[in-house]
T-cell receptor, first 111, second 116 residues
């Protein structure tokens, strides 16, 4: 079963708007990671947030982590057409030590 | 650094044939992962290695699948015999650290396999 589950499955917005994607997980974690995948390409790491961190920024990206709710969110501000991609969260599955990915959120940014 | 290099990028084969996918991880990385991606099942971890040793192969779907890492700079994923349901994109990734300390994964561009 998937450790991380992203929500929504698909999101379509206009350029300049903010995009928020959520991830829920089931077991305790050491860290949570977000990745981007452009169509036909490999995944690219965006940001890693540790279990003792609540918020992290990287450029236009803002990630929050709420370990009490076992959830994380990825906010992309001032979106651009180039942000069109699928976004995945990944966590270590409790006990197995395997990095498991959710099914992703497909983001479309319309120019 | 050239990043993680996978070959072939595309493979079309007939059912029953042997398929070998190859991966060169980033130099200095001590963990290597093989994932499979399909629309239905998303990204599935097949197997991962740490210091060339297979740590967890519980994701390998069947005995038809096998993976090796003979040295720190090369790994193969073999499917023999291949079946149409094996059609997917296979990704190799490498990282520093493993287990609960797994950090950023660096992915290759994937090998798109089509089994007719």
């Amino acid at each position: 079963s998937q450790q991380g589950e992203e929500d929504p499955q698909a999101l379509s917005i206009q350029e300049g708007e903010n995009a928020t994607m959520n991830c829920s997980y089931k077991t305790s974690i050491n860290n949570l990671q977000w990745y981007r995948q452009n169509s036909g390409r490999g995944l690219v790491h965006l940001i890693l947030i540790r279990s003792n961190e609540r918020e992290k920024h990287s450029g236009r990206l803002r990630v929050t982590l709420d370990t009490s709710k076992k959830s994380s969110s990825l906010l992309i501000t001032a979106s651009r057409a180039a942000d069109t991609a699928s976004y995945f969260c990944a966590t270590i599955q409790g006990g197995s030590e395997k990095l498991v990915f959710g099914k992703g959120t497909k983001l479309t940014v319309n120019p | 650094d050239a990043g993680v290099i996978q070959s072939p990028r595309h493979e079309v084969t007939e059912m029953g044939q042997e398929v070998t996918l190859r991966c060169k991880p980033i130099s200095g990385h001590n963990s290597l992962f093989w994932y499979r991606q399909t629309m239905m099942r998303g990204l599935e971890l097949l197997i991962y290695f740490n210091n060339n040793v297979p740590i967890d192969d519980s994701g390998m779907p069947e005995d038809r699948f096998s993976a090796k890492m003979p040295n720190a700079s090369f790994s193969t994923l073999k499917i023999q015999p291949s079946e149409p349901r094996d059609s997917a994109v296979y990704f190799c990734a490498s990282s520093l650290g493993t287990g609960r300390n797994t950090g950023e994964l660096f992915f290759g561009e994937g090998s798109r396999l089509t089994v007719l």
